[in-house]
């Protein structure tokens, strides 16, 4: 329960930091995600007009808004992805992990 606690409070802080960065995945971070094409959907907002990058590779259609979306595959020995922002030169980035079956 302390862990959950801890998890809580972490995300709260971090929606106020700046740059701002909200990511939620489908399946939520910490699924096992079974051997075959692991996909993992991602969505998320960060600020207006910022440059996003998943596993560093620019996610390409960030609307003006700040809302991003994107499919993220899971290599066989890649279980973490790390979003981040980049906003007027102010960065920030999260990170998700999943376990993998085989």
Do not use: C, W
């Not at 998320?44 to 700040?66: C, D, E």
């Not at 994107?70 to 980049?86: E, K, N, R, S, W």
């Not at 906003?87 to 085989?102: E, I, K, M």
Request: proline share 10%; no cysteine.
């Amino acid at each position: 329960m302390l862990q959950t606690r801890r998890a809580i409070v972490e995300e709260i802080e971090a929606i106020a930091s700046q740059p701002r960065l909200i990511v939620q995945t489908s399946p939520p971070e910490g699924t096992v995600v079974p051997a075959g094409p692991r996909a993992v959907n991602l969505r998320g907002l960060g600020p207006p007009g910022a440059k996003v990058t998943v596993n560093g590779q620019t996610v390409a259609n960030t609307r003006p808004s700040g809302y991003f979306s994107h499919a993220v595959f899971l290599g066989d020995d890649q279980p973490t992805m790390i979003v981040a922002v980049d906003h007027n030169g102010a960065q920030r980035a999260v990170s998700r992990t999943f376990p993998l079956a085989d």
